[in-house]
T-cell receptor
Framework: DTGVSQDPRHKITKRGQNVTFRCDPI?????LYWYRQTLGQGPEFLTY????????KSRLLSDRFSAERPKGSFSTLEIQRTEQGDSAMYLC?????????????FGPGTRLTVL | GQQVMQIPQYQHVQEGEDFTTYCNSS?????IQWYKQRPGGHPVFLIQ?????EVKKQKRLTFQFGEAKKNSSLHITATQTTDVGTYFC????????FGKGTTLSVSS
């Protein structure tokens, strides 16, 4: 399978704990995005990488959130001191600068539940 | 920030009926993309529209971009149970700005 993969698929944690999610994009894609989706809503943009550079961050990304893409391949999203409001599906997507449509390919997501 | 509004939020149809979802913006859109998300799944790209008045077809799906580039629609002819899911429009800039989606259910 050469699609976007995410790990873990589900995470249950207690309030105040730190969590880290991983995203492996499609191998030739240089652009990587993180989104958050809650029930009944469309995905909300969190942050964007081109290669290893984090080029844009949403105001939704509080200082408890940090994302990295150290070698321009996989990316991690860490949430520190989780709160119940962080419960959501965290989606990763990738795209290629060379694609004619700039379509984004989404991974299956990591569902986070904060108790 | 830029928002795209979608209506209706939910639509239930009998199999074989047509379905349309609308996407509206108060400002001019540079482009519009449509995605489909099946229940329990992730968004999957369907199409991108860029030109004013553009119309594109994919089998039973017809996508339109308004003349003023402030609205778009997705029309499905003769729905099937496989069309079930949530359809999102999004403006593609650095990232995607999604609407809230229209959830389609189909009964056979």
């Amino acid at each position: 399978d050469t699609g976007v993969s995410q790990d873990p698929r589900h995470k249950i944690t207690k309030r105040g704990q730190n969590v880290t999610f991983r995203c492996d994009p499609i191998s030739e894609h240089n652009r990587l995005y993180w989104y958050r989706q809650t029930l009944g809503q469309g995905p909300e943009f969190l942050t964007y990488f081109q290669n290893e550079a984090q080029l844009e961050k949403s105001r939704l990304l509080s200082d408890r959130f940090s994302a990295e893409r150290p070698k321009g391949s996989f990316s991690t999203l860490e949430i520190q001191r989780t709160e119940q409001g962080d419960s959501a599906m965290y989606l990763c997507a990738s795209s290629s600068k060379r694609a004619s449509y700039n379509e984004q390919f989404f991974g299956p997501g990591t569902r986070l539940t904060v108790l | 920030g830029q928002q795209v509004m979608q209506i209706p939020q939910y639509q239930h149809v009998q199999e074989g009926e047509d379905f349309t979802t609308y996407c509206n913006s108060s400002t001019t859109l540079s482009n519009i993309q449509w995605y489909k998300q099946r229940p329990g799944g992730h968004p999957v790209f369907l199409i991108q529209l860029v030109k004013s008045g553009e119309v594109k077809k994919q089998k039973r799906l017809t996508f339109q971009f308004g003349e003023a580039k402030k609205n778009s629609s997705l029309h499905i002819t003769a729905t099937q149970t496989t069309d079930v899911g949530t359809y999102f429009c999004a403006e593609a800039g650095t990232a995607l700005i999604f609407g809230k989606g229209t959830t389609l259910s189909v009964s056979s």
